[in-house]
């Protein structure tokens, strides 16, 4: 539990004020007497380098000396609507787009990593009945799963004017088409927004080695996505998270993109939204999504550690990240409904010299099996040439079997193929003059970090031509 020890005295003055504002607010704690505790003055000491400073304040193990106020209020979470506790880890994208969000409207939060205390993880698991889904937020004890910004904007009754200003390019989508579309337009002096409705780096931040883009024999995707973020911001570009974008309108050469937060407007539009991992569409599929079922390895495979996965499919991704699982996974079957993998042969060799992965091939997964506790057991996979059905068990699953374009807002304004990829010709101009289509969510895209960014300077001519007219 979250436990917080506050070491001082009944005499201390600081320690009075410090207790009042924890009553106060709400926050249970354990007052250690120095004067009577000879372990506690000797902790106290060693905390501030010998000095007997009170008081001294330990919230999880963390220390701090004489905290005003104010900082208790930052460590605690603690607000004028309430109390606020981000349950989450460091590799979460979506915990990121949280506290981002936190920070960016001066909310207080703790935030408690499910990675370093046991207990965070119970709690996170009995709130989401069973389920390892983070962030989970707790707002005076009522519990928030993954909300995004709208729900944490009208819980926390956040104000926030919405943006007048005029931009010469609203860029939908945070990945590496976006972020290249808003680094050459902002080199162009054209002032980009970007609206990303989870995180900036899209899929590319989700995968853990890239060793094909050029100039990095090898580099990690938060990594490469990060720093085409801080190349973007370093050139004057506008970015906002958690912003989902619900409509576009063309009112007298202006673009009206409407989002659930507000309003924003643009000279031109780049649609970059990239794709969505594709489900296997079998039974309890959906039931077991968060609980043991998983579309991204860098985000939950930290939950597996020293355990048993099943990672399904047969491409790149799957191999990729069934070799990623491998370093710290106990095992790693990998189930594929084909009799050969079509992965590239760079991957294929690897996976041959990897001794804790299993292989099943020629298997197509039938359902997703639970136990008598509703939570992941393993897959039933039929095999296509004797039809003879086995359960391949583990701790849980991970589906790498393609992806979906996320352009699903836009059916309506611009042209599509029947998959839902978004037409496009010349300088990535669309069927609609001013908006532009750049990445994954484009028809003939090559769903590469390298190709991406060739895309997002293509859109950034497109939006050139198109501003100087």
């Not at 002032?191 to 931040?205: H, T």
């Not at 352009?407 to 496009?424: C, D, H, P, R, Y």
Request: include cysteine; proline fraction near 2%; hydrophobic fraction near 35%.
């Amino acid at each position: 539990m979250n436990t917080i020890k506050l070491y001082g005295s009944d005499w201390c003055i600081d320690c009075q004020r410090a207790k009042s504002y924890l009553q106060e607010n709400n926050i249970t704690y354990e007052f250690i007497d120095v004067d009577l505790d000879k372990e506690a003055t000797a902790k106290v000491e060693a905390i501030n380098n010998g000095k007997r400073i009170i008081p001294t304040i330990l919230i999880n193990d963390k220390s701090y000396t004489n905290p005003d106020n104010p900082t208790l209020a930052s460590a605690l979470g603690i607000n004028e609507e309430g109390t606020v506790q981000l349950f989450g880890a460091d590799w979460c994208p979506d915990c990121k787009r949280a506290k981002n969000f936190l920070d960016d409207n001066n909310v207080h939060y703790q935030f408690i990593d499910v990675d370093t205390y046991q207990w965070a993880t119970d709690a996170v698991e009995i709130i989401n009945k069973g389920k390892r889904i983070i962030p989970t937020i707790l707002i005076d004890n009522k519990p928030f799963t993954n909300p995004d910004n709208t729900v944490l904007r009208e819980v926390l009754k956040i104000d926030i004017e919405k943006e007048h200003k005029v931009f010469d390019t609203i860029i939908i989508g945070g990945g590496a088409a976006g972020l290249t579309t808003s680094i050459y337009a902002q080199r162009d002096r054209f002032d980009s927004l970007i609206l990303e409705r989870k995180n900036i780096g899209g899929n590319a931040y989700l995968t853990e080695k890239i060793e094909n883009y050029p100039g990095f024999t090898e580099i990690s995707g938060p990594k490469l996505m990060a720093r085409m973020e801080e190349q973007a911001l370093t050139y004057g570009a506008t970015i906002k998270t958690g912003e989902e974008v619900t409509s576009i309108e063309k009112k007298n050469e202006i673009f009206n993109v409407t989002t659930k937060g507000g309003m924003f407007f643009g000279k031109s539009v780049v649609l970059a939204t990239g794709s969505t991992y594709r489900k296997l569409g079998i039974k309890n599929e959906e039931e077991l999504i968060g609980s043991g079922i998983h579309f991204c390895a860098t985000c939950d495979g930290a939950f597996y550690r020293d355990k048993e996965v099943i990672v399904i499919g047969g491409g790149n991704s799957a191999l990729e990240e069934g070799i990623f699982l491998a370093g710290f996974c106990k095992t790693v079957k990998i189930v594929h409904r084909s009799e050969k993998f079509k992965a590239s042969e760079t991957y294929i060799e690897k996976l041959n010299t990897i001794g804790n992965i299993e292989v099943y091939l020629d298997k197509k997964p039938v359902e997703f099996i639970s136990n008598n506790n509703e939570l992941f057991e393993g897959i039933k996979v039929k095999d296509n040439t004797s039809g003879k059905e086995e359960i391949v068990t583990a701790d849980g699953a991970f589906v790498f079997i393609g992806l979906i374009p996320n352009t699903k807002s836009f059916e309506n304004l611009v042209e599509m193929n029947a998959q839902g990829f978004i037409n496009s010709h010349g300088l990535a101009e669309t069927s609609v003059q001013g908006i532009f289509a750049a990445g994954d969510c484009r028809e003939g895209a090559i769903a590469q970090v390298a190709a991406a960014t060739g895309e997002g300077v293509l859109a950034s001519y497109g939006i050139r031509n198109y501003l100087k007219q």
